[in-house]
């Protein structure tokens, strides 16, 4: 296993926020130092914090469900600020190019180093591996290709 970092937090801190937080995507800790959700604190331009990564937090609260990809309100949460991870890209993705997290729901498009995308901000991330828009790509603060 590569080296992974968490996202450093206080006593009781990173907690998945109101109404949840989804895993496999980016997150934000909020303005109360303790709560992360899929889009950053009002009026934030920042990056993310982390990648929210599943370490089966994630809980099937609906008896006719079969999976689920949400950490419930309140449960907590590993947020990690460094990592190789896999994630579902709404690009395709060629390898080197950066990640960049949704301001809206945390989730995954590429680009170019310093581009602008609309909706997105940029992470620390690189895409590590090649993929189409839709499919899995391995994400890394590591691997810079």
Known sequence: ???IANVLAGEGALVAGDGGLVVGVFGWVQADGRSV???PPSGSTAAP???V??????Q?????DESSMVVPEGYMVSLYAAGDFFASASTAATRGQKIFASTTDGSIS???AGAT????VETKFYAASTCAAGELVKISTWDHA
């Open 1 to 3: 296993m590569n080296p």
């Open 37 to 39: 959700l899929n889009k």
């Open 49 to 51: 914090d982390g990648f």
């Open 53 to 58: 990564h599943r370490d089966l937090t994630g």
């Open 60 to 64: 099937i609260t609906n008896f006719y």
């Open 110 to 112: 590429t680009g170019a």
């Open 117 to 120: 995308v609309a909706g997105y």
